[in-house]
């Protein structure tokens, strides 16, 4: 069980105040989480876009987006600075200085140079977006934290527990990197362990397969055994152990027939997935059949917090990945 709220959070950010960027301002979904955010006074929005077609649409949705911070990347006054910036950044990559300018008037790329530059502190985006047009100019910019290779995702999964305090279940990595290796599973376990800490979580770790414990064979069960392996040795004192299959890790019961000397089995809350197939899978089944709120992707790995809405979200999902958003930027974390 672990104390997860988002009044926590809020907490945090009223302490340490914060502005996010928001990449597309014209839509309904990102004008109503940036009316509740302004209407509460703990996260600045900054919403991308032009001034008029924002408050238009705004007007029309009957929003009150007064005192956000609106920038066009074709009135933004230092462009030229951005730009300069930018190509310092691609050197090499970028062919003209016509090119980086280009990519520059795109919500996607313009809102995540202001994170670079430091006039935000975090950026959401995806509401129209893909993941890849939201993660690409992240890692081109943003780039991955130093000793980390890649960026990858997790899931927080939160249900009332009937003791009174959540269920809050970390899954990663369930929507960037399709087929990681036993390297960057290592990775993902460790930026999850970290996010899971996070949310209150006490990481006890799952290296998933549909082997427990050599019960199966083939490369994708040594795949995870030989990742749970080095995550335990990098990380002494977290409880991970794989592989082993989901209902060895979860049901006390089976844990005792299939896995019983395990540390792990059977109190798992932090599930490390072996692809992005199983983790998406994973996580949507805990969400729809299991009556999880499901809160993510978050993404890990990153010099400063870029995440990823999916394009089905809800106003209110915009709200809560914000304040979780800009959460990873202030002092406390």
């Known amino acids: 069980m672990a104390k997860f709220g988002f009044g926590q959070m809020i907490d945090r950010l009223k302490k340490d105040h914060k502005t996010i960027v928001f990449t597309e301002g014209t839509d309904a979904r990102i004008l109503e989480a940036s009316s509740r955010l ?15 077609e924002i408050y238009d649409c705004a007007e029309e949705s009957g929003f009150n987006i007064r005192g956000a911070n609106i920038i066009s990347p074709y009135k933004f006054d230092d462009f030229d600075k951005m730009v300069d910036e930018f190509m310092e950044i691609r050197k090499g990559k970028v062919a003209s200085r ?13 809102g995540t140079m202001l994170v670079k530059m430091g006039y935000a502190d975090c950026l959401l985006g995806g509401a129209t977006y893909s993941t890849a047009d939201t993660v690409r100019p992240a890692l081109q910019l943003i780039k991955t934290k130093p000793g980390n290779t890649i960026v990858s995702s997790c899931f927080i999964l939160v249900r009332p527990g009937a003791t009174g305090e959540n269920v809050v279940l970390a899954m990663g990595d369930c929507g960037i990197n399709i087929n990681p290796n036993e390297d960057e599973l290592v990775e993902i376990a460790e930026e999850t362990i970290n996010c899971a800490k996070i949310f209150g979580v006490d990481p006890c770790v799952a290296f998933l397969s549909y082997s427990t ?121």
């Open 38 to 52: 302004l209407a509460s006074n703990f996260l600045k929005p900054i919403l991308i876009g032009d001034e008029d």
């Open 98 to 110: 016509e090119d980086a300018e280009k990519l520059l008037r795109q919500n996607n790329y313009f």
């Open 213 to 333: 414990n050599g019960s199966g064979a083939g490369p994708d069960v040594d795949k995870m055994r030989n990742a749970a392996n080095k995550a335990k040795a990098r990380n002494p004192l977290v409880p991970i152990d794989g592989e082993m299959q989901f209902d060895a890790a979860v049901s006390p019961s089976v844990a005792k027939k299939k896995h019983p000397n395990s540390p792990v089995a059977g109190h798992a809350n932090t599930f490390i997935f072996p692809d992005i197939n199983a983790g998406n899978i994973g996580y949507k089944i805990a969400q729809r059949m299991g009556n999880f709120e499901a809160y993510g992707p978050i993404l890990l790995g990153l010099n400063s917090p870029i995440n990823d809405l999916s394009r089905g979200c809800t106003a209110t999902e915009v709200y809560s990945m914000a304040i979780i958003t800009a959460a990873f930027a202030t002092k406390e974390l």
